[in-house]
């Protein structure tokens, strides 16, 4: 059970948008900053989103992120098949003084 | 470009140790917060533990509290778990992260390729 909660699934076609959900807590997302990290299968995770709904360097500005509360989204505009692959938010969590993570979200590019 | 190389990883009995190392290049090490995050086979990230910059503070998930410590050389850049009372559910894949930048506590910017720990 993970302390952030997102949808095990999402799906969407080539060239849709799509949003991807987080829900937390006043202990995480309601005083710290969002995370996402996106992760293909076999490699490393990677940083998509940052503080929020910054982007690091490389990362297409199809991906943008938002918060509001205790909750965040991430956003994929113009959906592309490379975009298939596991997505995480993350936040820090005053509880626990560390990372709390969310349970995961597979996205399928149809 | 930023660096992390673990290693230590394989297989051990239940209620073994093992020492997990990460070596650490491309950036200030030392200025640096450090995390291990694990993944077990199929399944999500889940934080494990992680260290301030001078390794006066530090914090572990519920799961491996009391059985992991976490520690760092910053002459040698590297990072280090040391996991003991190992239990079957410790199975995954060990990544070390750091932040995007040294100004932040999370936001992994960077990870390694991670070593696989199998308890059995």
């Known amino acids: 059970q993970s302390v952030l909660t997102q949808p095990p699934s999402a799906s969407g076609t080539p060239g849709q948008r799509v949003s991807i959900s987080c829900s937390g807590s006043?202990?995480?997302?309601?005083?710290?900053?969002v995370h996402w990290y996106q992760q293909v299968p076999g490699s490393a995770p990677k940083l998509l989103i940052y503080?929020?709904?910054e982007r690091p360097s490389g990362v297409p500005d199809r991906f943008s992120g938002s918060k509001s509360g205790t909750s965040a989204s991430l956003v994929i505009s113009g959906l592309q098949s490379e975009d298939e692959s596991d997505y995480y938010c993350?936040?820090?969590?005053?509880?626990?003084?560390?990372?709390?993570f969310g349970g995961g979200t597979k996205l399928s590019v149809l | 470009e930023v660096h992390l190389v673990e290693s230590g990883g394989g297989l051990v009995q239940p209620g073994g140790s093992l020492r997990l190392s990460c070596t650490a290049s491309?950036?200030?090490?030392?200025?640096?917060?450090m995390h291990w995050v694990r993944q077990a086979p199929g399944k999500g990230l889940v934080w494990v533990s992680r260290?301030?910059?001078?390794?006066?503070?530090?914090a572990y998930a519920d799961s491996v509290k009391g059985r992991f410590t976490i520690s760092r050389d910053n002459a040698k850049n590297t990072l280090y778990l040391q996991m003991t009372g190992l239990r079957a559910d410790d199975t995954a894949v060990y990544y070390c992260?750091?932040?995007?930048?040294?100004?932040?506590?999370?936001?992994?910017?960077?990870w390694g390729q991670g070593t696989l720990v199998t308890v059995s």
């Open positions: 006043s202990s995480n997302i309601g005083t710290s900053s």
């Open positions: 491309g950036f200030t090490f030392s200025s640096s917060w």
């Open positions: 993350a936040s820090w969590d005053d509880s626990l003084s560390g990372v709390v």
């Open positions: 260290i301030n910059r001078d390794e006066t503070d530090t």
């Open positions: 992260a750091t932040p995007l930048t040294s100004r932040l506590r999370n936001g992994l910017g960077s």
């Open positions: 503080n929020d709904d």
